[in-house]
């Protein structure tokens, strides 16, 4: 089955969370390994090369935020999928969440269908890569985007950005001039199964804008976004 290639680290401070979630993901023959803590989580992170990571936010010691700030910084996993588990519904939480470079955002008490649901519209896209190129360099004046190998490049420095950043700044520099509404960029970007608030695409832009400056990236009030070159 396809299904088999895919390694999710599953992290959480609960053992039964561990169990129950564990044993329905291995029933879809995903190949499982588990963490109960951050520190460990990122060590597993390097070693396992995980496609999805299912992060608890909750922890003791390193708490889930700081734990995929850690393994964002990972040139080896840094563009792994990330989906936080949490009992929190906050717009702050969540928020907190995205800018830390998380994928999607999964609620407790979980519900194992819904979950398994939620996972393979995420592993789906690691194929799919809608909206965008999937070969080849695009270049800007100062800006370098290689699609292959997941990299960008702002006046000859290399720059970390998780993957969410890097697919919403590709499809933007993929058509130069055009505005892209929310809607078309969270289907893109998030895909139609997954369900996240216009905060989550202001928080990405902000974090790209932060990195490659104001030049590129146009807000186009009550509608979207554009790539301009100068």
């Known amino acids: 089955m396809e299904q088999r290639v895919y390694r999710i680290l599953l992290v959480d401070d609960e053992p039964d969370i561990l169990e129950i979630v564990g044993y329905n993901l291995k029933k879809e023959d995903y190949e499982v390994v588990t963490a109960s803590n951050g520190r ?8 396992f090369r995980p496609h999805l990571i299912l992060l608890d936010v909750m922890m003791p010691g390193i708490d889930g935020i700081e734990t995929c700030e850690k393994i964002r910084a990972l040139p080896e996993v840094g563009n792994t999928l990330i989906a936080f588990l949490t009992a929190r519904g906050e717009d702050y939480s969540q ?4 800018d830390a470079g998380a994928d999607d955002y999964i609620s407790k008490p979980i519900k194992p269908k819904i979950l398994v649901s939620r996972i393979k519209a995420l592993l789906r ?13 695009m270049e800007f004046p100062g800006l370098e985007i290689n699609i292959e190998k997941y990299q960008v490049r702002f006046n000859d420095q290399k720059l970390s950005m998780p993957r969410k950043e890097f697919e919403m700044l590709s499809l933007l520099a993929s058509k130069p001039g055009k505005v892209f509404t929310r809607d078309e960029i969270l289907e893109s970007v998030w895909g139609k199964d997954v ?3 216009d905060r989550t695409i202001d928080v990405h832009v902000r974090k790209i804008r932060e990195k490659i400056g104001e030049k590129y990236i146009h807000t186009i009030k009550g509608v979207g976004y554009k790539f301009e070159v100068a």
Do not use: C, H
Request: hydrophobic share 45%; net charge negative; no cysteine.
């Open 40 to 47: 460990d989580a990122i060590e597993l992170a390097q070693s």
């Open 95 to 98: 928020v907190a969440g995205f």
């Open 125 to 137: 896209r690691i194929r799919e890569e809608k909206g965008m190129p999937m070969t080849g360099i």
């Open 195 to 197: 369900v996240v608030g």
